[in-house]
């Protein structure tokens, strides 16, 4: 329970007392599973584009690009490159010093390919007065490793993923975050040609950030002549959870409140408060160099063109509703549209007269709206597409996690192993209304759709609550469309030895 001192911990966090009681009943009742209707497939839920049907998508982004509208590149980039080195940590920790694993004897077989491999190089002589090839001859890895993560070295295990080096050319070498910067210069450079890119970054690398986005900024604005605007936030103490013990009562140290961060749900409120026409969504990690980019920009001007076509659509549809001029063909068509485009069923609908009808229109087509690009599933780990049913009892398409869905029924766990398509976290979003005002995004959260994990904390267990996540329950309520685009557009970097498939040398 909460007692007196704990007040002013929750005052300075801007956590309330309801929320944490809300935290509370989460941990005690868990979260449902979602109700499946079917996984989102190619021509059911899923939009396959014809060539035409791209050109068309082309010129429209073309032509939106052709005003002054402001468009914001989102990149969640926060998180620490520490997991990409899991296997070479587990060598530091083995007393041979060996490479045991497949992966260690890549990454030293491979070493000299690795974009970072010249600082790297420079500084073993520095602090081992040897090169990297001499440290293997002599079979020192545990040195090359320890020189590469630890803070006496580069540093690379305890900095953000954005600021590695990932990529080499002929004038240098390339971080993830640069990446993005030449990526959006590509596709989202208005008529002013003015480029806004938003990185959600930790307050520990922030300095880091601004530093090396600073330095990096006139290079880029001279290659592509134009004028980025970069800017960062961070994840807000308000969307941390409290923790709890396995019994579910408050998770103390020290005889303080435990906190853990909501996880990337919680950047709804970062999401939130950026003011803009339209939005892309992209991971940190999901960069290739400049000659394997045509792909990917090709189909973020496609899923913008989408985006722009679905939402004039909804907007002239809410205009006529508001207008009071709608007529039964006029209904017909709408409900035409949310099922054909939007893939939104309501069982109910025959059975509604016109008012419930329109008043149905009007809450189903006044939502924020996302184009997802989804790929087909080669085995790549992802969330995936579905057609989910709503409290409301509608159905729409969602991304779901597979926590999300119930292993105990044969039904859904059928759908999930037969899924064709996966989310590689590519979005294209419109945030305001009809009427050019935007949206409060916590209106559109399903909030059971949270996530409870086992942690631990100086060897005592604990359990965590995670926030329904960025592209899952955060965005449930929210016009969604699933456009397929080719697996060439994905290209993350979970382990270090990512770093050496083709698409990144």
Known sequence: ??????????????????????????????????????????????????????????????????????????????????????????????????????SQKEFF???????????????????????????????????????????????????????????????????????????????????????????????????????????????????????????????????????????????????ELVFRPGGHGALIENLNEIDADVIFIKNIDNVVPDKLKKP????????????????????????LIENQTITEKEIVKIQQFLEKELCIFCPDFEKMDNNAKIAYFKRKLNRPIRVCGM????????????????????????ILESSQIDSTNEKSVYMMRHSTYFNPVDLVCATKNYKGEKFDLNNFVDKNTGFISVKSKNGRELKALELPGLWNGAMSDWNTVFVEVPIETFNPVKTVNDLLRPQHL
């Open 1 to 102: 329970m909460i007692i007196n001192t704990d007040f002013e911990v929750l005052k300075k966090r801007k956590i309330s007392e309801e929320q944490i009681a809300e935290q509370l009943l989460a941990f005690a009742k868990g979260f449902p599973f979602l109700k499946l209707k079917s996984a989102a497939c190619a021509g059911d839920g899923i939009t396959q584009l014809a060539e035409s049907e791209q050109i068309t998508l082309l010129e429209k982004w073309n032509d939106f690009l052709q005003t002054d509208a402001k468009i914001v590149k989102f990149v969640p980039a926060s998180g620490a490159a520490s997991r990409m080195f899991k296997d070479l940590f587990d060598l530091l920790d083995n007393e041979t010093g060996m490479p045991v694993k497949e």
């Open 109 to 255: 077989e491979k070493i000299e390919k690795f974009a970072f491999y010249d600082e790297l190089n420079s500084c073993c002589a520095k602090n081992c007065e040897k090169n990297i090839s001499t440290l293997i001859a002599s079979k020192f890895f545990k040195q090359i490793v320890e020189n590469l993560l630890l803070a006496s070295g580069m540093n690379y295990g305890s900095l953000p993923k954005g600021l590695l080096k990932f990529h080499t050319y002929a004038d240098g070498k390339r971080t993830p975050a640069q990446e993005h910067l030449a990526e959006g210069a590509l596709y989202a450079a208005n008529k002013s040609k003015k480029i806004n890119i938003h990185f959600t970054i930790s307050e520990e690398h922030s300095h880091l950030f601004d530093r090396h986005l600073s330095e990096s900024l006139p290079y880029f604005e001279n290659i592509y002549d134009a004028k980025f605007s970069v800017d960062f936030s961070t994840q807000k103490p308000s969307t941390d959870t409290i923790a709890v013990d396995m019994h579910n009562q408050i998770f103390r140290e020290n005889g």
């Open 296 to 319: 990917t920009v090709l189909y973020k001007k496609i899923i913008g063109g989408k985006l722009v076509e679905i939402q004039q659509k909804c907007f002239s549809y809410l205009k």
């Open 375 to 398: 790929v087909r599933n080669e085995g790549e780990p992802g969330g995936g597409p579905f057609i989910a049913y709503n409290q409301d009892g509608t159905a729409s398409p969602q």
